[in-house]
């Protein structure tokens, strides 16, 4: 019933640019906050960013801060994330997560995953 399906993917230069899309199947899209995280080979899955419904309240890994931006566009049932000046420590698999209830940076808060997409950055 629940799917998450991202896009945009894909490989860039260090210092350059790509949009995330994570489009949303759900029951209804009100009262989910949506979030992504990533995870490189031999790393954890880390969190990178989160919205809330309503998109009034937004958080970021200090890693990312400045650099990428989360939005969403419930009219589409949409979420994006922008990403800007990237770097290859920003080489992952990066994840569409969604919960009912407030944003969290806890993996393990998100019941609902999308099935991921590869951001390759080369120096």
């Known amino acids: 019933q629940v799917q998450l399906v991202e896009s945009g993917g894909g490989s860039v230069q260090a210092g350059g640019s790509l949009r995330l899309s994570c489009a949303a199947s759900l029951r209804t899209f009100s009262n989910w906050s949506m979030a992504w995280f990533r995870q490189a080979p031999g790393k954890e899955r880390e969190f990178v960013a989160a919205?809330?419904?309503?998109?009034?309240?937004?958080d970021y890994s200090d890693s990312v801060k400045g650099r990428f931006t989360i939005a969403r566009d419930n009219a589409k049932n949409t979420v994006y994330l922008q990403m800007n000046s990237l770097k290859p420590e920003d080489t992952a698999v990066y994840y569409c997560a969604a919960r009912r209830g407030t944003i969290t940076t806890i993996s393990s808060d998100y019941g609902y995953w999308g099935q991921g997409t590869q951001v390759t950055v080369s120096a």
């Open positions: 919205i809330s419904w309503t998109g009034r309240m937004t």
